[in-house]
Structures are given as structure tokens and as C-alpha cells.
Nanobody, 125 residues
Framework: QVQLVESGGGLVQAGGSLRLSCTAS????????MGWLRQAPGKEREFVAG????????YYADSVKGRFTISRDNAKNTGYLQMNSLKVEDTAVYYC??????????????????WGLGTQVTVSS
């Protein structure tokens, strides 16, 4: 099983940017699609962005499309989420996760098999 650790969260003003990282341990990270999900206080966890095992075909929730960019570097066992033009409503704990099958296109919570512990992103007005 893959172990995941997120980093890069913090406090930023609306309109600002942050880059989240997800570092994986184990030799199988590159075989799985990965994604970022988030959970705001009092709300359910929601899908944000996903990317295929080989770094191709990124896909996004409508709420972040055009502002966030997901990427990965399999040689470094690391995934990224570049977040630009942040809004107050982007405030949440952000989790990275890997999918269950190499050729899957995970986009819901149950599609992901391994999770990190999350990193807090707070956007102030």
C-alpha cells in the first residue's frame, strides 16, 4: 500500500496562490492514478482534480477548472496541485489519494484506496 504525505498548505489572501505537494512512499505510486480532494468545515469531502498514472489527461471539478493545475513527477514519487486565484470558498483540508486500478479515472471518494492525512488551506478575504 502507498503511504501519502501532503504539504504546502497555509494561509493566503484571496487571489493568491499555493502549491500543494503529495509525497508517496513505496515503489508503486507511479502505477496508480492520483487525485486531490478537499473537505470544508461542515461539508462532505469533494473531488477537486485527478490525473492518470502516467501524468496524462488531467481532469477537474468545475469549481476549480481554469484556476487549479494537477501534475505529478513519478521519478520523485510526488504529486502536485497548483492553486491560483484562490477564493475564500477554497478554504478546506486538502487530501491527496491514489486510485484503486491503474487505468481507472477516479472522481469520487470510493474510487480512491489510499489517502494522506491532509493539509489545511485557508483563504482570507
Amino acid at each position: 500500500q502507498v503511504q501519502l504525505v501532503e504539504s504546502g498548505g497555509g494561509l493566503v489572501q484571496a487571489g493568491g496562490s499555493l502549491r500543494l505537494s503529495c509525497t508517496a512512499s513505496g515503489s508503486t505510486f507511479y502505477t496508480y492514478p492520483m487525485g486531490w480532494l478537499r473537505q470544508a468545515p461542515g461539508k462532505e469531502r469533494e473531488f477537486v482534480a485527478g490525473i492518470m498514472w502516467n501524468g496524462g489527461s488531467p481532469y477537474y471539478a468545475d469549481s476549480v477548472k481554469g484556476r487549479f493545475t494537477i501534475s505529478r513527477d513519478n521519478a520523485k514519487n510526488t504529486g502536485y496541485l497548483q492553486m491560483n486565484s484562490l477564493k475564500v470558498e477554497d478554504t478546506a483540508v486538502y487530501y491527496c489519494a491514489v486510485g484503486r486500478g491503474r487505468y481507472d479515472r477516479p472522481s469520487s471518494i470510493r474510487d480512491f484506496g489510499s489517502w494522506g492525512l491532509g493539509t489545511q488551506v485557508t483563504v482570507s478575504s
